[in-house]
């Protein structure tokens, strides 16, 4: 058989079952299902630490088609579990590519499905949430591909960000600068590293499970929590770290899950979105300017904005405009801030970068 024509299924834990063709490696593919509408910046997608444990969908009609670039990439592998697409392209037009996507996911290891009518099954999601899906070419028995979904844990309660850090610590940046800034890695983008040394920042990345006495050996001037997966409430080693970080009394910076890790540390609550936020034109306003932004994505859980109320030492900054959940929180009595989407934004805009000019001159201003 034509390898381009072999079948594949996608079944949803609510039963809903998708038949497409594959594409990428073959093999089974499971966790949650969760959508993107980015048209472009699919290997940086990919590559995100913040996608792993999920079956990813690409909303867009054409994926692929400008091919791979080693370079264009988040971390040092594709994170997603498995890719949903209509039309995977194995072609491309870019001369500068070095390599088909086809390829580039066979490399990987990751299983697609294809010819699936993604707009209707994005619209599906949305109305009933996140839920966990399988792909697989070659399981095509519908009750078998059923047991196995079944073994897929739920997002809830799963701590992924100690399986996507780094294993070693490392250092970016001048050693000679003034500004040394301790990222804890939970999943952290390349592209945020380069944003602070971009700016002269000297950055050492330490392992998520680090102890604080260690990070603090470092001696920085100022602290950053990373992006990365998973439920931060199953992370109590973390937010254990950033209490002690705040102690400090130290600048603190904090993206995506290091959002939710600073509220998480002063008692505010997180929680399970109904399908998450992906895409690169989310509106979000800041309260504090009153200026609005179009913002890059990509969390499936929130800081719950009625605990927020409760707590008198912290004040949201942002909102997001479609739903007003919190995107971002600041502690009046720390120099300590947050937002909960994506300013290095490696695919989308770059409206939201003065967040990292914010955070130096923080650092600057408490040196």
């Known amino acids: 058989m034509n390898k381009s024509k072999r079948t594949a299924i996608l079944l949803l834990e609510d039963g809903t079952i998708c038949q497409g063709t594959a594409f990428g490696a073959s093999g089974t593919a499971s966790g949650e299902i969760c959508f993107n509408t980015g048209m472009t910046g699919y290997q940086e997608v990919f590559t995100d630490p913040s996608y792993f444990g999920q079956i990813l969908i690409m909303n867009n009609v054409h994926i692929g088609n400008y091919g791979v670039m080693y370079a264009e ?27 088909s996507l086809e390829e580039y ?34 399981i095509l028995d519908i009750k078998e591909l059923k ?50 040394t971009d700016r002269g920042a000297y950055v050492k990345v330490f392992p998520a499970k680090t102890s604080f006495d260690k990070i603090k050996s470092f ?58 936020h992906r895409g690169l034109n989310h509106p979000v306003k800041n309260l504090l300017t009153g200026k609005c932004e179009i913002t890059t994505q990509n969390h499936g859980f929130g800081v719950d904005p009625n605990s927020i109320s409760k707590e008198k030492n912290i004040e949201v900054t942002h909102i997001n405009l479609n739903d007003q959940s919190v995107e971002g929180i600041r502690l009046k009595d720390k120099p300590a801030f947050s937002v909960q989407y994506h300013p290095e934004s490696t695919p989308g805009p770059q409206d939201s970068r003065y967040l990292f000019d914010e955070f130096i001159s923080l650092i600057q201003y408490h040196n």
């Open 147 to 196: 047991k196995e979904l079944a073994k897929a844990p739920a997002m809830n309660g799963l701590e992924l960000a100690s399986q996507v850090t780094t294993q070693q610590e490392f250092e970016l940046g001048d050693p000679t600068s003034l500004v040394k800034v301790a990222v804890l890695d939970f999943g952290c983008k390349q592209n945020i590293l380069k944003c602070m």
């Open 105 to 138: 996911l066979i490399n990987n290891n990751i299983v697609c499905i294809e010819g699936v009518d993604t707009r209707s099954l994005v619209t599906h999601v949305r109305k009933q949430g996140a839920m966990n899906c399988i792909i697989s070419s070659e």
């Open 219 to 276: 001696n920085p001037s100022g602290y950053f929590l990373s992006n990365g997966p998973g439920d931060p409430a199953a992370m109590n080693y973390a937010v254990e770290t950033v209490k002690e970080i705040l102690k400090e009394k130290k600048p603190v910076f904090g993206i995506c899950l290091g959002h939710q890790l600073l509220a998480l540390a002063n008692g505010v609550t997180t929680y399970k979105l109904h399908h998450g």
């Open 73 to 99: 990439v988040e971390s040092n592998s594709v994170k997603i579990r498995g890719l949903i697409a209509r039309n995977l392209e194995e072609s491309y037009s870019r001369l500068q590519a070095e390599s």
